[in-house]
């Protein structure tokens, strides 16, 4: 996966000062790259026996279909407040700056599916939790929640324990 990270551009001071951006879009560009991170998810979740893979808003929605298509699931899309159509669910969850919500259809889940959870950061975990009670809110059961990006040194893992966690690429600083 080191070739996956040659291909990560690294922006210090975006957002802001301080702050070490991996961009990803140079990354999504080379075909290469892009296959390589779904063969990798594919090959870790591919005895999973996978129903649905879930993508959060917004770049989850790059892989998500992607590894679902691979997988021979379906695809579900977790957005932000009224952006479905459909009666929804959704679930507020805090940040470090206030909180969030996310939303799902009520209907995207029959009970006892097998959900794959997909999005590219993984860096505190709150994002990916809320995903997680939304999915068991409506019966389905989580058999991982995967990663292209993982910021170690924020410990995200934590708030994801007793879930199969992945990522492709950490960085520890």
Known sequence: M????????????????GILFYDITTLLKNPTGFRGIIDGLKDHYGGAKVDVVIGIEARGFIFAPALAYALGAGFVPVRKP?????????????????????EMHKDALDEGKRVLIVDDLLATGGTAAAAARMVTGLGGAVVGIGFVVELTFLNGRQKLAGYDVFSLLQYDK
């Open 2 to 17: 080191d070739n996956l990270k040659q291909l990560i551009r690294e922006v210090p001071g975006f957002p802001k000062p």
């Open 82 to 102: 009224k952006k479905l159509p459909a009666e929804c669910v959704s679930v507020t969850y805090d940040l470090e700056y206030g909180t969030d919500t996310l």
